[in-house]
């Protein structure tokens, strides 16, 4: 069966430093793995996906996530935290070909 | 291009009453989706449709209808609204599949079942 675990319902950081929001998987088929953000008050969007291929994922506004196969996890960083990166992160892996499962989410907040 | 939209943004219903949440996207996607957010459990998929006439269920489909008979639209139904319902519902769309490719979600209608 898949699952997604999100360590950590809240992370705060201070701007300028380093984001890590941690996210472990498993997985009965070849994982396809995703992270989507949520601003308040709207929908999801993708930052960025990781299927097959290199192993080190960059997404939009400076996030990347890197798929370790040995550890399960599909973490997201970010090297320098911004003020507008406040807002709810979301981890998903592949069900079948039509369906995700999304982690419980990790609001992020972000300290002037 | 509008995207995805989905109406009502707010609705309140009473136990017992029934509703139709809409959603439209006109970026002429094959598959559309209805997810439901609550507190601490992320977003669970409730119906979902990989084209006109075709529809299957989610995760959570106990109480929810869908029909798909263009396109453009996929309507979520609450046959019959009970407290448990509450949330906040999503609609997405993509290319295909959501395994594979983005999914683009609509802004969200909020829920509250008295």
């Known amino acids: 069966a898949q699952s997604v675990t999100q360590l950590g319902s809240h992370v705060s950081v201070s701007e300028g430093a380093l984001v890590l929001l941690r996210c472990n998987y498993s997985?009965?088929?070849?994982?396809?793995l995703f992270w989507y953000v949520q601003y308040p008050n709207q929908g999801l969007q993708l930052l960025l996906k990781y299927t097959t291929g290199a192993t080190l994922v960059k997404g939009i506004n400076g996030f990347e996530a890197e798929f370790k196969k040995s550890e399960t996890s599909f973490h997201l960083t970010k090297p320098s935290a911004h003020m507008s990166d406040a807002a709810e992160y979301f981890c998903a892996v592949r069900y079948s070909s039509y369906k995700l499962i999304f982690g419980s989410g990790t609001r992020l907040l972000v300290r002037p | 291009n509008a995207g995805v939209t989905q109406t009502p943004k707010f609705q309140v219903l009473k136990t017992g009453q029934s509703m139709t949440l809409q959603c439209a996207q006109d970026?002429?996607?094959?598959?559309m989706s209805w997810y439901r957010q609550d507190p601490g459990m992320g977003l669970r998929l409730i119906h979902y449709?990989?084209?006109?006439?075709?529809?299957d269920q989610g995760e959570v489909p106990n109480g929810y209808n869908v029909s798909r008979s263009t396109t453009e639209d996929f309507p979520l139904r609450l046959l019959s609204a009970a407290p448990s319902q509450t949330s906040v519902y999503f609609c997405a769309s993509s290319v295909q599949g959501a395994a594979h490719y983005e999914q683009y979600f609509g802004p969200g209608t909020r829920l509250t079942v008295t």
């Open positions: 997985s009965s088929v070849p994982p396809y």
């Open positions: 449709s990989v084209g006109a006439g075709i529809t």
């Open positions: 970026m002429n996607h094959e598959y």
